[in-house]
Structures are given as C-alpha cells and as structure tokens.
C-alpha cells in the first residue's frame, strides 16, 4: 500500500537559517503529492502541491520538487522565520479509488531568535 | 470563502460514553472526509463521503463509529461506546470532486479525551 517517510522531529534552527525536511514515499502508479502545515490547534493548512514528476510547488518561500526517480518530495526554504514554527506534514493522493490522502508522521520545526 | 466549520472544539467524556461530532463543508464541495489524528501522528481517513454516498469507509471501525451526510452536504461522526484509544483529534476536510489533484480543505478539528 501506500506510505509516507518524513524525518523525525523536532527541527531546531537559528531565524534566517536554511531549512530541510526529508520526505520519501512508497506508491504504485504517479501520486500528486502535499505538503500540509499544522500551527498549534489548528487543523491542516496546504503548503504546497506537485501534480507529475519533476513538478516543483512554491508558496511563501517554500519549496519542494516531485522526484520519481528518487520517490522524494523534499521541503526547502532558504530562510527561516520564527512564525515558521509549526508541524509540517508530508502527504500523497494515490491514483486508487478516492483520494485519501496518505501522511508521514509530521515534522515538529521550532525556529528560534 | 467561509472555511471547514467544526463543531465542539473540545469533548471529554468517559469510556464508554457516546459522542457526535459535526461538520459543515466549504459550500459547493462534494467530496468530505473525517481523519482521525491520534497525538504524534499523522491523520487517518476513518470515511469518505462522495455528495451523500460513501466511497470509503475501510478504516471505520464499524462496530462503534458511525457517520452520515444525508443531505449531501454537513455531516456527523458518531462513536458508541468510546474507549480510551479513541483519544484523539477528529478532523473533518472538504475538496469541491474526488480526484487525486484535489487539495483538501481542513476543519480546525474536534479534540476528543476520553477519561
């Protein structure tokens, strides 16, 4: 079946540092893939999406490249802020019935003065 | 555009009692979901609903949860009788179809404890 691979947390680091949170899948056929962000009780808010390989999804300085041959979709960003701060969840919609979608099991990233 | 509306915030009640949870979708999304998050993991879908017909409700555990959209557009999670396992985060999600391109739309969710 399918599953999500995300690094675990917690992810201290200094504001402005670089970020990276390592995400790998296992799926059959071509997932989209998610990156989804959950601040301290609140639900899910989408981060950013890649539809096909060699997609790459942005928002608010965020990043992260579809690779099929690698079976990653890695989150970056260049420079971190305190408001940062939250739990990122990687995620895959299969090409099955549905879309569920499948989630690793979050990233806790505390972003520090 | 009004969000995921979800209702109680917060529920405890004993082990096992009954609990209803509530859900109102973005307007005009056909397709709805409720996740469970258990503390430190990620959310698992419990049921998906298609307008008012379920496409997947594997991972339901029958014998005690239930839910219905019989209009096709709020919904209701029921657990009868809870146990202490059933502690988690209950969210509910909306996408406008069904399709593995659609993002999903996510409720601030129901906080569950079971004393």
């Known amino acids: 079946g399918n599953s999500v691979t995300q690094m675990e947390g917690p992810v201290t680091l200094s504001e402005e540092a670089f970020l990276t949170i390592n995400c790998t899948y296992t799926?059959?056929?071509?997932?989209?893939l998610f990156w989804y962000v959950q601040y301290p009780g609140e639900g899910l808010q989408l981060l950013l999406k890649?539809?096909?390989?060699?997609d790459k999804g942005s928002n608010k300085g965020f990043e992260a490249t579809y690779r099929k041959e690698t079976t990653s979709f890695h989150l970056e960003k260049g420079s971190v802020q305190v408001s940062d701060s939250a739990v990122y969840f990687c995620?895959?919609?299969?090409?099955?019935?549905?879309?569920?979608?499948?989630f690793g099991t979050g990233t806790q990233l505390k972003v520090e003065l | 555009e009004a969000g995921v509306a979800q209702s109680p915030r917060y529920k405890i009640i004993e082990k096992r009692q009954s609990v209803a949870f509530w859900c109102n979708p973005i307007?005009?999304?056909?397709?709805l979901y409720w996740y469970q998050q258990i503390l430190g993991q990620g959310p698992k879908l419990l049921i998906q609903?298609?307008?008012?017909?379920?496409?997947?409700d594997s991972q339901l555990p029958k014998d005690r949860f239930s839910a219905e959209r019989l209009k096709g557009v709020d919904s209701t999670l029921k657990i009868q009788p809870a146990k202490l396992e059933d502690s988690a985060v209950y969210l509910c999600?909306?996408?406008?179809?069904?399709?593995?391109?659609?993002?999903?739309?996510f409720g601030d969710g129901t906080r569950l404890s079971i004393l």
């Open positions: 999600a909306s996408s406008p179809q069904t399709g593995k391109d659609q993002p999903q739309h």
């Open positions: 799926a059959t056929g071509y997932p989209s």
């Open positions: 890649a539809t096909k390989a060699d």
């Open positions: 995620a895959l919609s299969g090409t099955g019935g549905g879309n569920k979608l499948t």
């Open positions: 307007s005009g999304h056909a397709t």
């Open positions: 609903f298609q307008n008012n017909g379920v496409v997947d």
